[in-house]
């Protein structure tokens, strides 16, 4: 099947260096991401190969090859620097799956500047909460996010650049610069700022229990493991039509939506649209992808669905299956060599690690319901959470924890030092997730080791929520928590005090939630809200989140000796 080598194979004597010499990267010498991604391939002579084959919902279709990536990414990163944008500022794309949004990804790598990608779903306070945390000074957007731009510009002393790529300059107002991908020339030549391996390249915002999200910064020898794990784990071949279901404003669709799969010259699609089983389906057949990266969530939405609808069309084409974000249930697998004679391999990474660092290794035996074992190069264990060594024992739930060092783990938090040094503990990276390893090294997910809610796939941090349903004039308290859901595995459910005056009504709880899904985001819209005379604290004043979404879970509720008597 295929030419990447078994397991047992590649673990023997690894090394990253593997990825060094097939990538030519000389250690100490220059390293860019944008320019291994375009300029590379053509160099290789595939400058004619197909890098993108862009489609949008109302089936409006682009394709570029890697020549045109190369020398599109050339003309932004130019007009970029033409504006006077300097290396290392934060550059932020905030739009939808346009083909700007993955060129513009690029450019920016290419002229030295670091790029901040967005999820273009967030709402204004989401906005800016990155843009500021970030002091980013240039923001790429489309019209109709603009206005969500312009709203917060006045309160980001260091934005000096709104780049509009989809609307003429006559339509815009002072600060604002328009750019039009089809109209600018293409640049041939341009020099590509000379990076090196700890050059800051990516930052992303990721959420955690307490404070606001953190910006997890990557640099540009990342590309050494999403190179390399793209490669084996995804088995990228040089014929592959590629399909990641990700949005880049998440790292797996930075990491495996552009990086990894450019990185190795291979082509990929990308659809430009919301989840739908047929139109999914039918894009697997138009472009005859056959590997795809997906996640448990849209899984499930296509189980639901059952295999009828995919028996009415043809997607043979289809060779290799990989998942990602939530635990992948042993029934999707089991469902999906039903559907589509694959099994999906799921695989565990997070925004901090850069690449998938547990997998389902192809031609590995799949235990359906397991995530896999560590990626070779990749030391994992689980943790005894009180001592931090490893349990060292088969089926024993701890934490799961990295032994630090692998080419694209981030290196560190922007501007927050204590945020990053509390991620380990006697000398392990801890991902914040609890696991178990059976008596085969296979490790199988428990649960997330903090409050934070993964809902299709995102993590949304309750911290943030709460903060922004006490800018509500109604809430005096809340707790966001995680609920069970059947297709997204959780959504948000929040428990509210009201201040006096206000009562609990079902037209407050639509006013609340709508406030929330257009401030942040229609992820982190509370599905439910509790309205409550009081929440569980501890003696400190501390709200207990634990103890109610133990009860959503119907779980038992633990150590609550701290509860504050009420
Ligand atoms: C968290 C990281 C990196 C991909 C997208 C999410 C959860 C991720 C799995 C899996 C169970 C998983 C973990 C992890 N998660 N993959 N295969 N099985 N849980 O990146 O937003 O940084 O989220 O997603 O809780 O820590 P992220």
Request: aromatic letters at 12%; proline letters at 6%; a negative charge.
């Amino acid at each position: 099947m295929s030419n990447i080598g078994s397991y047992e194979e590649r673990l023997q004597g690894f090394d990253w260096s593997i990825a060094e010499q097939e990538l030519g990267y000389t250690p100490g010498g220059r390293i860019n991401i944008g320019w291994y991604c375009s300029d590379r391939i053509c160099d290789l002579g595939l400058g004619q190969k197909h890098a993108l084959l862009w489609e949008d919902a109302q089936g409006v279709a682009k394709k570029f090859t890697y020549d045109d990536l190369r020398c599109y990414s050339n003309s932004i990163a130019a007009f970029l620097q033409g504006l006077g944008i300097q290396p290392g500022e934060r550059v932020c794309l905030f739009m939808d799956r346009v083909p700007e949004l993955y060129i513009g990804f690029v450019a920016i790598l290419k002229m030295g500047a670091v790029v901040q990608p967005l999820f273009s779903a967030f709402g204004d306070e989401s906005l800016w909460t990155r843009l500021e945390n970030a002091q980013t000074t240039a923001i790429v957007t489309q019209k109709k996010h603009l206005p969500k731009v312009r709203k917060i510009k006045d309160k980001l002393p260091y934005l000096k650049h709104i780049i509009v790529v989809d609307a003429p300059q006559t339509t815009l107002r002072e600060g604002e610069t328009s750019f039009n991908l089809d109209e600018a020339p293409k640049v041939d030549v341009f020099e590509v700022y000379p990076s090196t391996a700890e050059t800051p390249s990516v930052l992303h915002y990721t959420s955690g229990t307490t404070g606001q999200p953190k910006g997890a910064q990557h640099v540009h020898y990342s590309i050494i493991s999403q190179y390399l794990t793209a490669k084996w784990v995804l088995d990228l071949q040089a014929d592959d039509i590629y399909w990641c279901n990700a949005d880049p404003g998440w790292v797996t669709g930075t990491s495996y939506g552009i990086i990894g799969p450019w990185a190795n010259g291979v082509t990929q699609a990308v659809l430009d649209s919301g989840f739908g089983t047929e139109r999914w389906y039918a894009f697997i057949q138009k472009y005859r992808i056959t590997v795809w990266y997906s996640a448990p969530t849209a899984i499930r939405l296509l189980m639901r669905e059952g295999t009828e609808v995919a028996r009415k069309y043809d997607l043979s084409s289809l060779r290799h299956l990989a998942s990602v974000g939530e635990p992948l249930n042993a029934e999707a697998v089991i469902w999906s060599q039903e559907a589509y004679g694959l099994q999906f391999h799921d695989t565990f990474w997070q925004t901090e690690t850069g690449c998938m660092v547990i997998t389902n290794y192809p031609g590995m035996p799949i235990k359906p319901g397991s995530m896999g074992k560590p990626f070779p190069g990749i030391t994992a264990t689980v943790l005894n959470p009180r001592t931090f060594e490893p349990v060292n024992q088969v089926g024993m739930v701890g934490l799961i924890a990295l032994r630090p060092g692998w080419p694209s783990m981030i290196r560190g938090y922007w501007n927050n030092p204590t945020g990053y040094a509390n991620k380990f503990a006697n000398g392990w990276y801890l991902c914040g997730d609890r696991a178990s390893i059976d008596r085969d090294g296979y490790y199988w997910f428990v649960g997330r080791d903090d409050d934070v809610i993964n809902t299709g796939g995102h993590l949304v941090g309750p911290f943030e929520i709460e903060s922004a349903l006490l800018e509500h004039p109604a809430v005096a308290e809340s707790a966001a928590v995680a609920k069970p859901d059947p297709v997204n595995m959780e959504v948000v459910k929040a428990f509210i005090t009201l201040k006096p005056g206000f009562e609990p009504s079902d037209d407050l709880e639509l006013e609340i939630m709508n406030f929330i899904r257009k401030r942040l985001s229609p992820l982190a819209m509370p599905q439910e809200i509790e309205f409550s005379p009081g929440l569980p604290k501890t003696r400190s004043g501390k709200i207990m989140r634990r103890v109610l979404r133990a009860r959503e879970f119907g779980e038992p509720v633990g150590d609550i000796s701290t509860l504050m008597d009420e």
